[in-house]
């Protein structure tokens, strides 16, 4: 018995070696989600796959114990085995597939949806991003339920990859109704986006498992290279790829000798090319994939015993706190800034080349910001990001107050855009690798998986939560008329359109719809007061007071 927990001391080590290993990874270069694009806050994994804390479990997902000294990979990708080459390539397909219905639930499709939906109603279609927030909750069930036959993790991807592309095809010839009657559908829409991504969060934790045992143990690292490109590389591809093809101005100015109406892509011809896409590739991994068969069934409420004695922590229960008010005061800017653009009159095309030179800023500020932490304190680098993600949300406040009163955008208020929208990256990005490499320091190494995972979940869940209400408000707070036209209606009545529904009801009576108060400006302004003060003033006093690990005591229950 002390062999084993010998062994299982150094399993966790490792464990949090590969942690930490993870936040340098996606420090330097391509972080789990184009989220700075897509205007979400990063839906960063950091689910150690199996969440394991008891020896047993241990044991069974990994039959020899990982040699820390190895622990960092052959170097490049061309250097690994040939069964390593393509077990990564394979897991980059998975990460990849996952990554596309995410793109679409939380980048491109907000965005078409702008011009039937008022920003309300947007924030109820958020709603569909909060599995990837919250999967924690179910993690352990993935990791104690499943086929002996079938495999440990072939058991949940096969059949949710299944009902996902039988989803997709779904969504792909639904797709025309639902978008033209959006309004009235809203919550059907919403709740069909949930469960997709739900399904592919579940996904996720079934892969996030299999890439420990589908790798040697010497290329570990590996694993969270195949994650971030792959996610990144479907998100990108399902929100700013998508969406510049989706632009019929960007098809007929590049493309088309001939002009149309529509863009080269349409929502049902890509869900529906993605549907089948994820039939074919579930129909491979079945077939001609063998999982091999080890790990012994254990039960669920270690687990989740574990999760609740971190949470009791009275330091965890601070930075909880934090985790969930912080991030409001740029909510306004991260949730809205680019819907109200688009809602002045900035093009769709504009918006997709803004995200295009964006990214490659993203990957390279990741690998500095990577840098930056190995040097500074990592919270103290977080609270310069957090004032410095303050001033992005007031220099897009500017920024958008600024928009051309012809609704002409020309070269020079483009390059005032892209460049707002770097500086937002470069705030965000700080931030996120900044807050993983805290998680990182400051994680238990008996029980480092779950810990991390609980934190993770708590920050991603702090970006999504307040999305929904900010929105709301900017409705709530808006005040606008519909007064008569030129030459109208003499016995015209004034009334609110303020929503978007009142907007098309407005012009196409022939009224003009005048803004009065735009609830942008003040949501922005208000949300960003009070709050965000007392996160800072909490960060600190945490940092200055606790330098060591907050640890769960040897005796509590």
Known sequence: MSRVRRITQQQQQQL????????????????????????????????????????????????????????????????LPPQDQRNFLLLVLLYFLQGVPMGLAMGSIPFLLKSRLSYGQIGVFSLAAYPYS????????????WSRRMGRRKSWIVPIQT???????????????????ADTRLYMFTFTFFMLVMLCATQDIAVDGWAI?????????????AQTVGLTAGQFLSFTVFLAFNSPDFANRWFRAVPSDVGIFTLGGYLTFWGWAYLVVTVGLA????????????????????????????????????????????????????LKLLDKGFSQEDLALTVLIDFPFEVALGYYAGKWCATFPAMKLWMWAFIGRLVAAVLAHITVALFPRDGIVGSG???????????????????????????????????????????????????????????????????????????????????????????HRCKDTGGICEMRTDGYYMTNVAEGVGVDGVAVESVEGMVHTNTDRPRIPQNSD
């Open 287 to 338: 077939v001609f994939n063998k999982e091999e068969k080890i790990g012994v069934k254990e039960g669920l409420g270690t687990v989740y015993k574990t999760m609740w004695k971190v949470m009791k922590l009275k330091h965890v229960q601070t930075f909880i706190i934090i985790h969930l008010i912080s991030k409001i005061g740029f909510q306004a800017n991260d949730a809205v800034t680019n």
């Open 413 to 503: 208020y483009l390059v005032v855009v892209i460049a707002e929208h770097i500086f937002s990256t470069f705030t965000s990005t700080v931030m996120f690798v900044t807050v993983s490499a805290f998680h990182a320091q400051i994680a238990d190494p008996k029980i480092g998986g779950t810990y991390m995972t609980l934190l993770a979940t708590v920050s991603n869940l702090g970006g999504t939560f307040p999305r929904i209400f900010v929105l709301k408000m900017v409705d709530w707070l808006t005040v606008a008329s519909c007064v008569a036209g030129a030459g109208g209606n003499a016995g015209w009545k004034e009334y609110s359109c303020a929503l978007e529904s009142e907007k």
């Open 213 to 225: 045992t589908l790798l040697s143990q010497e290329n570990l690292g590996f694993a969270s290279t």
């Open 163 to 181: 009902i996902s592309g039988l989803m997709l095809l779904w969504l792909g010839a639904s797709a025309h109704d639902l978008m033209e009657h």
């Open 134 to 145: 919250i999967k924690l909750a179910w993690s352990p069930i993935v990791d104690a339920i």
């Open 16 to 79: 949090q070696q590969q942690q930490q290993q993870q936040q340098h990874l996606l420090s330097g270069g391509i972080s789990s989600s184009s989220a700075t694009a897509i205007n979400t806050d990063r839906l960063y994994d950091s689910h150690i796959p199996h969440l394991h804390d008891s020896d047993s479990d241990l044991e069974s997902e990994r039959k020899d114990v990982p040699d820390p000294d190895h622990s960092g990979g052959s170097g490049a990708f061309l250097d």
